[in-house]
């Protein structure tokens, strides 16, 4: 489903004003102090590009490294169904350390396998995700290379003298960040592999530090130039990508200064991951709205592909919007059924039980809409051990969650009428699996609810 899905994200994205913009008004509303903001910051850009000129929009193209995550729901494994958890389309992270955990498997299974050990499989699949997220970013690169070349051909044919400055990858981070294993991976294979610097730099550090560059002709003058404190002092670099592990999450905006960095990147040049309209199209209000009944079929490619999609929607319902009694009622009646999900990343965030019950109960109807409520997934159990630093936490009961990535360079021909060809990259590259106790209702590896784990093909 991973490729459908890439397409679905960049057809939605480039109706923001035909349709994005009102799925997702209702969170806006009721999250004004970080959706809300989102929106207003997408509503700048659409505005600017209307002007034209100088204002318009500099760069077309958006680079999204996505991940859909599924839970099976049923209560065998054999007759158990996938349902999708959320699609990611910022920060969507663990594709280094879900590769080398994978490489750790396979070879623990083949030495296991040699040593007579009857268990042991090799029915272990590879994964791409660590070299495969890096092709991405590094087709970005390329991409934004190829577009300044066109630029400067054009300004050198007009006698104008042209300054260049070495492009590299812009990894956008919280300060103290601590899932730098990561995302260095990441830095390395995209040098090794392709000849491409990443830099690493806060919201705030792009804010403070950050200029616009360059002639008007080339990228209406908005090259995001930042110094490099690698290279000779004084140097600087362009950002030909920005790839955001950071900015998911109100506490990354603790001050107006890292608004103001998030809006001096999306009005650059550079070609972003995600852009605005990718990072609002991953709210959990989007995922509801595109459950609804006929929806979909919009951004698909046929009936059979908006079919193929939608069997993995878990039952999504709308809150703060219409008549959302029946929904809110259901809840409180069955709360083990239900979670509350507010527009919110990075693990911790989910409602659930008692603290579903209080909170549905305290908040006024327009506090509702910054929440939407999902069928809660009901995955089998299997037994599982959980081991870190080489000591087994947990032996018990156990559920997981899969993960799929995708990799889509896509450009916008038309903001409002996207059917053309217009694909640049569209891949599948990889997995991740997480497995948690049973008794563990969040997931994130990162937030220490889960370990990082390997599927096995049956």
Same mark, same amino acid.
């Not at 494994?77 to 350390?97: H, K, R, Y």
């Not at 990075?346 to 939407?372: H, P, Q, T, W």
């Not at 699996?433 to 049973?438: G, I, N």
């Given at each position: 489903?991973?490729?459908?899905?890439?397409?679905?994200?960049?057809?939605?994205?480039?109706?923001?004003?035909?349709?994005?913009?009102?799925? %997702?008004?209702?969170?806006?509303? &009721?999250?004004?102090?970080?959706?809300?903001? @989102?929106?207003?910051?997408?509503?700048?850009?659409?505005?600017?590009? !209307?002007?034209?000129?100088?204002?318009?929009?500099?760069?077309?193209?958006?680079?999204?490294?996505?991940?859909?995550?599924?839970?099976?729901?049923?209560?065998?494994?054999?007759?158990?169904?996938?349902?999708?958890?959320?699609?990611?389309?910022?920060?969507?992270?663990?594709?280094?350390?879900?590769?080398?955990?994978?490489?750790?498997?396979?070879?623990?299974?083949?030495?296991? +396998?040699?040593? &007579?050990?009857?268990?042991?499989?090799?029915?272990?699949?590879?994964?791409?995700?660590?070299?495969?997220?890096?092709?991405?970013?590094? +087709?970005?690169?390329?991409?934004?290379?190829?577009?300044?070349?066109?630029?400067?051909?054009?300004?050198?044919?007009?006698?104008?003298?042209?300054?260049?400055?070495?492009?590299? %990858?812009?990894?956008?981070?919280?300060?103290?960040?601590?899932?730098?294993?990561?995302?260095?991976?990441?830095?390395?294979? /995209?040098?090794?592999?392709?000849?491409?610097? /990443?830099?690493?730099?806060?919201?705030?550090?792009?804010?403070?530090?950050?200029?616009?560059?360059?002639?008007?002709?080339?990228?209406?003058?908005?090259?995001?130039? /930042?110094? $490099? $404190?690698?290279?000779?002092?004084?140097? *600087?670099?362009?950002?030909?990508?920005?790839?955001?592990?950071? &900015?998911?999450?109100?506490?990354?905006?603790?001050?107006?200064?890292?608004?103001?960095? #998030?809006?001096?990147?999306?009005?650059?040049?550079?070609?972003?991951?995600?852009?605005?309209?990718?990072?609002?199209?991953?709210?959990? !209000?989007?995922?509801?709205?595109?459950?609804?009944?006929?929806?979909? #079929?919009?951004?698909?490619? +046929?009936?059979?592909?908006?079919?193929?999609?939608?069997?993995?929607?878990?039952?999504?319902?709308?809150?703060?919007?219409?008549?959302?009694?029946?929904?809110?009622?259901?809840? /409180?009646?069955?709360?083990?059924?239900?979670?509350?999900?507010?527009?919110?990343?990075?693990?911790?965030?989910?409602?659930?039980?008692?603290? *579903?019950?209080?909170?549905?109960?305290? *908040?006024?109807?327009?506090?509702?809409?910054?929440?939407?409520? *999902?069928?809660?997934?009901?995955?089998?159990?299997?037994?599982? !051990?959980?081991?870190?630093?080489?000591?087994?936490?947990?032996?018990?009961?156990?559920?997981?969650?899969?993960?799929?990535?995708?990799?889509?360079?896509?450009?916008?021909?038309?903001?409002? $009428? $996207?059917?053309?060809?217009?694909?640049? @990259?569209?891949?599948?590259? &990889?997995?991740?699996?997480?497995?948690?106790?049973?008794?563990?209702?969040?997931?994130?590896?990162?937030?220490?609810?889960?370990?990082?784990?390997?599927?096995?093909? %049956?």
């Amino acid at each position: 489903m991973a490729k459908p899905f890439n397409g679905v994200v960049h057809r939605a994205a480039s109706r923001y004003e035909g349709w994005l913009r009102a799925a %997702v008004k209702t969170a806006a509303e &009721g999250d004004a102090d970080f959706t809300g903001k @989102m929106m207003a910051l997408a509503d700048e850009v659409v505005q600017m590009d !209307k002007r034209g000129g100088l204002e318009k929009r500099a760069q077309n193209v958006a680079l999204g490294i996505l991940r859909s995550d599924y839970m099976l729901h049923g209560n065998a494994i054999d007759d158990a169904i996938p349902l999708q958890v959320e699609l990611n389309t910022i920060a969507s992270s663990f594709g280094c350390l879900s590769t080398k955990v994978s490489k750790m498997h396979k070879h623990l299974s083949t030495l296991a +396998s040699l040593a &007579g050990n009857p268990d042991a499989r090799a029915d272990l699949p590879d994964n791409g995700a660590a070299e495969g997220i890096a092709a991405g970013l590094a +087709s970005a690169v390329k991409e934004y290379k190829d577009q300044r070349k066109e630029a400067v051909s054009a300004m050198d044919a007009q006698g104008d003298l042209v300054t260049s400055y070495p492009p590299v %990858v812009v990894m956008v981070i919280q300060p103290g960040e601590t899932n730098s294993v990561d995302q260095r991976d990441l830095e390395f294979i /995209l040098l090794e592999k392709h000849g491409v610097k /990443l830099i690493r730099r806060t919201l705030n550090e792009i804010a403070s530090l950050g200029q616009y560059g360059g002639a008007d002709g080339i990228f209406c003058g908005r090259e995001l130039l /930042l110094p $490099d $404190d690698t290279l000779a002092s004084g140097s *600087m670099v362009a950002a030909a990508t920005i790839y955001y592990r950071a &900015g998911y999450t109100p506490d990354d905006y603790p001050t107006s200064v890292e608004w103001e960095g #998030r809006k001096l990147a999306e009005h650059s040049g550079a070609i972003k991951c995600p852009d605005i309209f990718y990072h609002l199209f991953g709210t959990k !209000k989007v995922q509801q709205v595109l459950a609804e009944p006929g929806l979909l #079929r919009q951004f698909c490619t +046929s009936d059979s592909e908006a079919s193929l999609l939608s069997s993995c929607f878990a039952g999504l319902h709308a809150l703060g919007e219409g008549d959302d009694s029946a929904a809110v009622k259901a809840a /409180l009646e069955n709360p083990a059924g239900y979670v509350l999900k507010p527009q919110r990343e990075g693990g911790g965030n989910n409602l659930y039980s008692d603290e *579903m019950v209080a909170e549905l109960k305290s *908040m006024s109807y327009k506090e509702r809409g910054a929440f939407i409520l *999902m069928q809660r997934i009901m995955p089998p159990a299997f037994s599982g !051990k959980l081991v870190r630093g080489g000591r087994i936490l947990y032996d018990g009961d156990c559920v997981c969650e899969f993960g799929v990535f995708g990799i889509s360079l896509r450009r916008y021909d038309n903001q409002e $009428d $996207d059917s053309g060809d217009n694909t640049l @990259m569209d891949e599948v590259v &990889g997995h991740i699996l997480r497995t948690k106790s049973v008794d563990t209702d969040e997931g994130g590896v990162a937030a220490g609810y889960a370990f990082l784990s390997s599927p096995r093909l %049956v």
